[in-house]
């Protein structure tokens, strides 16, 4: 190990040592311990000697975990509340497939609703909680708690972020907040609109009505963040508190729990830490010189044209997952044409160096992993989903071993790894609108494939310079691609 790696490894530890005191700070002081409600998995978060106070039930939106909204619980939990987080069917940790018609209200809609109310109910029957309920619900959960807080006279307060509801009135739900991202600008207009709904003249940041008299709502914005920028914003959680406090009559005072920037520093330090990480693995001196610029063109345009047209044909639907079996074909199909290509071309997978597979892999699994699924987003499956991830990299690997095949070397390899994702970015584009209906929610994992080649792909350069083995990064990338699409899309039973 270098100089340069000693001091890149003290940064990154410094970097992680940081950011895990600043989450672990978050959490100091409270009582969290895991609630089973029937087959539903929640947390309750809450200050130990606190009097009896209302609870607060917060579910996540699609794709999403208990953890992803851990930055309210713990806000609400040191404000005083019970905050109690939960998986929905199909999602985090639950064991129960999500079900119904995703197309229609009266579908996955009333049975997710359903789902919360057996949350609110048991969070109700709680001894420290004194009666009162409110609900918190982010993305898909905000129609889904606006639905229920219709139905359920018991819920004092509905706070929506990122809300898309066609369910609200002019009166209902009582006090209603909703609160979106600064660049969220079609969900909004449609929070100013529902204001409106009460008072023509509501603007975004008024409040209408009295939120103490059960006639509250209001409109308004978290600057400078997105979808998933305002689940941590403290301008988002503090709008959110102050709601509730004027609701329940309760007075909260101190900084907010906003976990975003440290989650970030901790991921940016493991990111770091990979760097002198890799020079500890074996070295091979001979790089391999890049393939010509038309086989590489030919080798990523090729599969990029041809998949989506040919698998329209084909009905995809094998994995109890949603759209998650028809990106791995996608990625089987895709990555079988490119390894042609490159064979075709001259391109051979070479030297595996599968110690660094394998190191790679479980850096990225476990331990990478292991810090989201602590402090972000349910990254540890269970048993359910591990054939899932498993079918799933049966696509993922060939489709990383030809992308590491076709950038390995050469000055332009950032050039064409810029390309590359591109393109098969675009494939997958592609794809979505040949059968709109059916794939629309593939939208929603590319932020996930961006985030995955910008983290992962950046390690992924480090070793296959050290290790002079595209088809040992080629593996494990592929293999922690498909755990994470495999632990991140909704478990889905039609029945």
């Known amino acids: 190990m270098r100089a340069r790696h000693v001091a890149a490894a003290l940064v990154g530890l410094l970097l992680c040592g940081i950011s895990v005191w600043k989450l672990e700070t978050a959490r100091a002081g409270l009582t969290i311990a895991p609630l089973a409600v029937g087959t539903t998995p929640a947390t309750v978060y809450r200050q130990a000697d606190a009097a009896p106070a209302p609870a607060i039930v ?52 009333q049975l997710l609703m359903r789902e919360t109310g057996r949350v609110v109910d048991a969070a109700l029957a709680l001894p420290y909680v004194d009666g009162r309920a409110a609900l918190l619900g982010h993305s898909m959960a905000s129609d889904i708690i606006v639905r229920l807080a219709l139905e359920d006279p018991r819920v004092a307060a509905t706070v929506a972020i990122s809300m898309f509801s066609e369910a609200v009135t002019a009166n209902a739900p009582r006090n209603l907040l909703m609160v979106s991202g600064e660049f969220e600008a079609f969900l909004r207009a449609n929070a100013l609109a529902n204001a409106k709904l009460a008072d023509a003249a509501a603007g975004e940041g008024t409040t209408i009505g009295d939120p103490a008299a059960g006639s509250g709502r209001r409109a308004a914005s978290a600057p400078n963040v997105e979808h998933v920028g305002v689940l941590y914003s403290a301008a988002a959680l503090q709008e959110s508190r102050d709601w509730l406090d004027a609701v329940f009559g309760r007075t909260s005072g101190g900084p907010v729990a906003a976990t975003g920037f440290p989650i970030l520093l901790l991921m940016a330090g493991l990111v770091l830490l990979a760097w002198p990480l890799a020079s500890l693995l074996p070295r091979r001196s001979a790089p391999a010189e890049p393939i010509a610029l038309r086989a590489f063109l030919v080798a990523i345009l090729v599969p990029a044209a041809v998949t989506p047209p040919l698998l329209a044909l084909f009905d995809t639907r094998f994995l109890p997952v949603l759209v998650a079996d028809y990106l791995a074909v996608h990625l089987f199909v895709y990555g079988l044409l490119s390894l042609a290509i490159l064979a075709w071309n001259g391109v051979r997978v070479g030297h595996v160096a599968w110690a660094a597979a394998v190191a790679f892999a479980a850096y990225g699994i476990f331990v990478f992993g292991g810090a989201l699924d602590r402090y972000a987003a349910s990254f540890m499956p269970n048993a359910e989903r591990l054939p899932i991830v498993a079918a799933i990299a049966v696509g993922a690997i060939p489709y990383m071993l030809a992308d590491s095949l076709a950038t390995e070397g050469g000055r332009a390899r950032v050039r064409r790894v810029l390309a590359a994702r591109i393109t098969f970015l675009a494939s997958l584009g592609a794809a979505v609108a040949l059968d709109f209906e059916r794939l629309f929610f593939l939208l929603i994992i590319i932020p996930v494939i961006v985030l995955f080649f910008g983290v992962f792909g950046t390690m992924a350069g480090w070793i296959g310079r050290r290790t002079q083995s595209p088809a040992a990064t080629g593996f494990a990338l592929g293999l922690i691609l498909a755990w994470a699409v495999g632990v991140s899309f909704p478990v889905f039973s039609p029945g």
């Open 58 to 109: 917060i579910a996540h939106g699609f794709a999403g975990s208990r953890q992803l909204m851990e930055a309210y619980a713990l806000t609400l939990a040191r404000a005083g509340y019970v905050a109690v987080s939960f998986d929905f069917a199909g999602h985090g940790r639950n064991p129960v497939p999500m079900s119904g018609d995703v197309s229609r209200i009266d579908g996955t809609t």
